[in-house]
């Protein structure tokens, strides 16, 4: 990145980085499966797409990284590793990129500017993300666990020399609807623990839970209506006196519930607003299931070309630059080239 003048610096911190949770799943376990000591990290990849103001980090992989712990300085990253890993992940997605490259902190390191420059072999303006993985005393005790920055080479306004900087954009976690299913399955059985601080991630009830909350819901409405009729059948056996504030409110709970079996245009509007809904959530599904398919198709596609491009020799790239210089295009001398060999095989047969 260029660089920029400090009001360039102010507008680039307005850029949001978006977040997904199957990434931070990815780097908790790259963590967990490294036994790190208190001040080594772990690096990998961002993957995702880079919209101006919005970095959408859908994926990501983790790399071999090593650093000396006495000199951060001096450290190891096998950038070949990081393009042969790009190029397995292109075939099942063409539309996931590099965007940049996290780790796990949970401070910025003296090396991460360096690092930052060796990523910008792979996009022009790589983001740093640090995730916090600390159970307890880290940024997710107060927020969300993750912080985002660019690396600048600020020009100063009074002339002085240009400073290389981290600039902080702000973060935030959102999750597709398949993405909220994954999670919801894989903390369905964890729950909070004393070593551990409650939160809402730790808490989540699992469907059995669900259920037998609901069930225990009900059974406490049973035992409410069991004692409503009680007092009535008591009150008209006159073996209590009225309570006419209980009367008052018997009512108006009454007069609330929707008269359907009386009221035939209420049980009519009441059954064509239920079936609007179905129908609504009926074409959302199949929506989806439509650009699902349609995203896959054009992934396909994209794979196909990028191929057909890969597959290509030096002298054919080097006939469609000419082609195209001409305002010929490659497919018309490919034809003509096609053709040209035909006419030769016939006149050999003659």
């Known amino acids: 990145m260029p660089g920029l003048t400090t009001a360039q610096v102010n507008e680039l911190s307005t850029v949001n980085v978006v977040i997904h949770p199957l990434v931070l799943l990815s780097v908790v376990d790259h963590a967990a499966r490294v036994p790190l000591s208190k001040n080594k990290r772990v690096l990998g990849v961002l993957l995702g797409q880079d919209n101006g103001n919005t970095i959408n980090v859908a994926n990501s992989f983790a790399i071999p990284f090593e650093e000396d712990e006495k000199d951060p300085r001096t450290f190891f990253l096998d950038l070949d590793y990081v393009e042969e890993m790009w190029r397995m992940f292109r075939k099942v ?20 500017l360096e690092i930052s420059e060796l990523f ?34 600020e020009i100063k306004d009074d002339g002085t020399a240009t400073q290389r900087t981290f600039t ?37 009830q699992s469907l059995s839970t669900k259920v037998i909350s609901q069930l225990q819901s009900l059974k406490g409405l ?9 007092y009535l059948t ?5 073996k209590l006196p009225i309570n006419h504030q209980v ?33 609504v959530v009926y074409l959302s599904a199949m929506i989806r299931t439509v650009l699902a ?23 054919d790239r080097a006939n469609e630059a000419a082609a195209q210089a001409a305002g010929v295009k490659a497919e018309d001398v490919a034809r003509a080239k096609k053709e040209a060999e035909e006419e030769k095989e016939k006149e050999k047969k003659k």
């Open 293 to 315: 398919l349609h995203d896959l198709i054009e992934n396909r596609i994209e794979n196909a070309q990028q191929e057909l491009e890969d597959s290509k020799t030096p002298q």
């Open 234 to 238: 008591a009150v008209k056996s006159k």
């Open 93 to 112: 997605n063409a539309k996931e990129r590099p965007i940049g490259f996290y780790h796990t902190g949970p401070r910025l390191r003296s090396s991460d």
């Open 168 to 204: 902080h954009v702000s973060t935030t976690i959102e999750a597709e609807e398949a993405e909220e299913i994954g999670v919801e399955h894989l903390l369905r059985d964890i729950s909070s623990s004393s070593s551990a601080p409650s939160s809402s991630l730790l808490t989540t």
């Open 120 to 153: 910008k072999r792979f996009c022009s303006r790589p983001v740093m993300v640090i995730v916090d993985t600390r159970a307890t005393g880290g940024r997710g005790d107060t927020g969300i666990p993750t912080d985002a920055y660019f690396a600048v080479e």
């Open 222 to 230: 049973h035992s409410r209506l069991v004692e409503i009729r009680d």
């Open 247 to 279: 009367i008052y409110q018997l009512q108006e709970i009454i007069g609330l519930l929707p008269q359907l079996g009386t009221d035939i245009d209420l049980g009519k509007a009441f059954r064509v607003g239920q079936n609007d809904s179905t129908l």
